[in-house]
T-cell receptor
Framework: GESVGLHLPTLSVQEGDNSIINCAYS??????FIWYKQESGKGPQFIIDIRSNMDKRQGQRVTVLLNKTVKHLSLQIAATQPGDSAVYFCAENGDNQGGKLIFGQGTELSVKP | GAVVSQHPSWVICKSGTSVKIECRSLDFQATTMFWYRQFPKQSLMLMAT?????????EQGVEKDKFLINHASLTLSTLTVTSAHPEDSSFYIC?????????????FGPGTRLLVL
């Protein structure tokens, strides 16, 4: 279902450190997952996706891990930079209803220089 | 590739007026577009799914007569907020679905900030 919350979880890291952002998804039928980055006042930006037949996928400085047993998704950012500061959302495709995505509540990442 | 634009980027209007927001896929064709609303510090809430050439499908609780959606072509969908009121003030974001390896990736526009006075 929809995710609504008044307070975004926050994660504060030092520049150069690795960041791990976690997400618990809701629908065991979901077989496609996406991580988006949203900077203040902008639309979400696609980062990386993964299908349920994989448990790990790597991109440039980012890795997504999927644990279907516990319905958990994580995004790892290596060598975090100030430009990585944003809100990160995970999304799942749920029951594949016309391509709709279900968004998690988001995590605000703050990178300290 | 996969660029989605929105116009206008922000709009201020008086209560009772109607506002039209455009969503365009610039370099690909989108048979399906989605409209979301986002309040401060909250996640994206899907309002409706827009399919080219057919009526939009609205999420539960979203008034179809208030939020008119027209998907006139494979690259353009519009959202009209009719008789806008202050509670309609929000960040409206569209996305377009492009057939890719996964077939489900959505690419988002930059959003339109609406302020109703």
């Amino acid at each position: 279902g929809e995710s609504v919350g008044l307070h975004l979880p926050t994660l504060s890291v030092q520049e150069g450190d690795n960041s791990i952002i976690n997400c618990a998804y809701s629908n065991s039928a979901s077989d496609y997952f996406i991580w988006y980055k949203q900077e203040s006042g902008k639309g979400p930006q696609f980062i990386i996706d993964i299908r349920s037949n994989m448990d790990k996928r790597q991109g440039q400085r980012v890795t997504v891990l999927l644990n279907k047993t516990v319905k958990h998704l994580s995004l790892q950012i290596a060598a975090t930079q100030p430009g990585d500061s944003a809100v990160y959302f995970c999304a799942e495709n749920g029951d594949n209803q016309g391509g709709k995505l279900i968004f998690g509540q988001g995590t605000e990442l703050s990178v300290k220089p | 590739g996969a660029v989605v634009s929105q116009h206008p980027s922000w709009v201020i209007c008086k209560s009772g007026t109607s506002v039209k927001i455009e969503c365009r896929s610039l370099d690909f064709q989108a048979t399906t577009m989605f409209w979301y609303r986002q309040f401060p510090k909250q996640s994206l809430m899907l309002m409706a799914t827009s399919n080219e050439g057919s009526k939009a499908t609205y999420e539960q609780g979203v008034e179809k007569d208030k939020f008119l959606i027209n998907h006139a072509s494979l690259t353009l969908s519009t959202l009209t907020v009719t008789s806008a009121h202050p509670e309609d003030s929000s960040f409206y974001i569209c996305s377009a679905r492009r057939a890719s390896g996964t077939g489900e990736t959505q690419y988002f526009g930059p959003g339109t900030r609406l302020l109703v006075l």
